[in-house]
């Protein structure tokens, strides 16, 4: 299985700080790479899918970039609702298999 | 809208069966797109358990194939997942999703203890 590595495990950050959250695939996972949103109700969301392309509704503050086994997702400007727990999944092969969450704290 | 709902025993003794039901709304599973069971640890670990496609066939995770089962009933537009011979690593919350690489649609989860 890839092995995928998400830095930091934990984030203190403030209002409108920039942050960066990343993913280190144990192979080249070919940009097959998504990222989901996790509230502290348990609720999932998708964010982006195929490294950088926006879901459905999600704010234009969040980004995501990479290629090869480096991917990172990108929050502009932190909101109130951001702070949550983070996940990348990698999709190249299966089984698909995700980082193990990086939790986005109010500092 | 397209809603994903869970439901099942919250409480399992070992070495019985876990049973779940995914109820979805909005999508007939029959249409298009695969249907996954995905759980979270305690400790926030996350695993693709496997899915069934709308066309009905099945793939496993290999790390559960022994003890996994996923199956589904048309008529009422619900999947399920039948994890047998449980242990107490089974504890977590499970999932259903929409998708097998992508999860665009999740359920809202339901928490299963495996505890005598």
């Known amino acids: 299985d890839i092995q995928m590595t998400q830095t930091p495990s934990s984030m203190p950050a403030s209002l409108g700080e920039r942050v960066t959250i990343s993913c280190r695939a144990s192979q080249g996972i070919s940009n097959y790479l998504n990222w989901y949103q996790q509230k502290p109700d348990g609720t999932i969301k998708p964010l982006i899918y195929?490294?950088?392309n926006l879901q459905s509704g999600v704010p234009s503050r969040f980004s995501g970039s990479g290629s090869g086994t480096d991917y990172s997702l990108t929050i502009s400007s932190l909101e109130p609702e951001d702070f949550a727990m983070y996940y990348c999944?990698?999709?190249?092969?299966?089984?698909?298999?995700f980082g193990a969450g990086t939790k986005l704290e109010l500092k | 809208e397209i809603q994903l709902q869970e439901s099942g025993p919250g409480l399992v003794k070992p070495s019985q069966s876990l049973s779940l039901t995914c109820s979805v709304t909005?999508?007939?599973?029959?249409?298009?797109?695969?249907w996954s069971w995905i759980r979270k640890f305690p400790g926030n670990k996350m695993e693709w358990m496997g899915y069934i496609s709308y066309s009905g066939s099945t793939n496993y995770n290999p790390s559960l194939k022994s003890r996994i089962s996923i199956t589904r009933d048309t008529s009422k537009n619900q999947f399920f997942l039948q994890l047998n011979s449980v242990t107490t690593e089974d504890t977590a919350t499970y999932y259903c999703?929409?998708?097998?690489?992508?999860?665009?649609?999740w359920g809202q989860g339901v928490m299963v203890t495996v505890s005598s």
């Open positions: 195929y490294t950088s």
């Open positions: 999944q990698q999709y190249d092969s299966s089984p698909n298999t």
């Open positions: 999703a929409r998708g097998a690489w992508e999860h665009d649609y």
């Open positions: 909005g999508y007939t599973i029959t249409s298009g797109y695969d």
